[in-house]
């Protein structure tokens, strides 16, 4: 990632920060985004979680919102410009329009096993606005089943800082028991260190 998509600073103390996530019926949308209000509360912030309405059947598309901000949240509405985007499903980026809405200078982040630049999308990846993991993979590994929602959001507390990834792994332990609590905790933990690890990687200079 370049210097100045390494310097983003997404989340900003004071100012609500919105997320959308996108996904299919089946994949935790809807667990997800309370997953990370309850990490926001853990850590003494306000935030609230809710679906969309429609059809949650197994394998259509769904949307969940969250919002996290430092004081009470009045705003019940469908987040309509979020600062960033969970994409559970990478099938859904070229049949939905996931980017409507999305904030100037916010970020998404898609569960793909392949590089930003192999998505097909170059305005995003110009601009340093998009970042990927494999989610489906680390949660097989994890604890064998495709659900990547969990592990999502421990990619998108390293690319954003929205919640510390300690809240993250205690609210995913307390939502779901004994060694899947463990287990989703950890595969969250690998997705956090692997987009970290994106963030950082050296700017190499181009030469002649």
């Known amino acids: 990632m370049s210097e100045a998509g390494r310097n983003?600073?997404?989340w900003k103390e004071g100012v609500v920060f919105q997320v959308r996530i996108h996904g299919r019926g089946?994949?935790?949308?809807?667990?997800a985004a309370e997953l990370l209000s309850?990490?926001?509360?853990?850590?003494?912030?306000?935030?609230?979680?809710?679906?969309?309405?429609?059809?949650?059947?197994t394998g259509a598309p769904v949307m969940a919102f969250c919002r996290i901000d430092d004081r009470p949240i009045r705003v019940r509405e469908p987040v309509m410009r979020p600062d960033a985007l969970v994409i559970q499903d990478p099938t859904l980026l070229h049949q939905v329009n996931v980017f409507d809405g999305l904030h100037p200078g916010g970020?998404?982040?898609?569960?793909?096993?392949?590089?930003?630049a192999e998505l097909d999308l170059p305005e995003l990846v110009d601009a340093d606005r998009v970042l990927t993991v494999p989610a489906t993979a680390l949660a097989m590994r994890h604890f064998g089943r495709p659900v990547p929602n969990a592990v999502l959001l421990g990619g998108l507390a390293a690319l954003t800082g929205c919640v510390g990834i300690?809240?993250?792994?205690?609210?995913?332990?307390e939502h779901f028991p004994g060694r899947l609590g463990t287990a989703n905790a950890d595969a969250a933990r690998e997705a956090y260190e692997h987009v970290k690890h994106l963030r950082e990687e050296p700017v190499h200079a181009e030469t002649d």
């Open 107 to 116: 970020v998404v982040l898609v569960n793909s096993p392949l590089t930003a």
């Open 26 to 31: 089946g994949q935790g949308a809807v667990t």
């Open 8 to 10: 983003k600073a997404v």
């Open 166 to 173: 300690d809240s993250l792994a205690a609210a995913v332990r």
């Open 38 to 57: 309850v990490a926001a509360f853990m850590e003494g912030r306000y935030a609230q979680a809710f679906p969309s309405f429609g059809s949650e059947r």
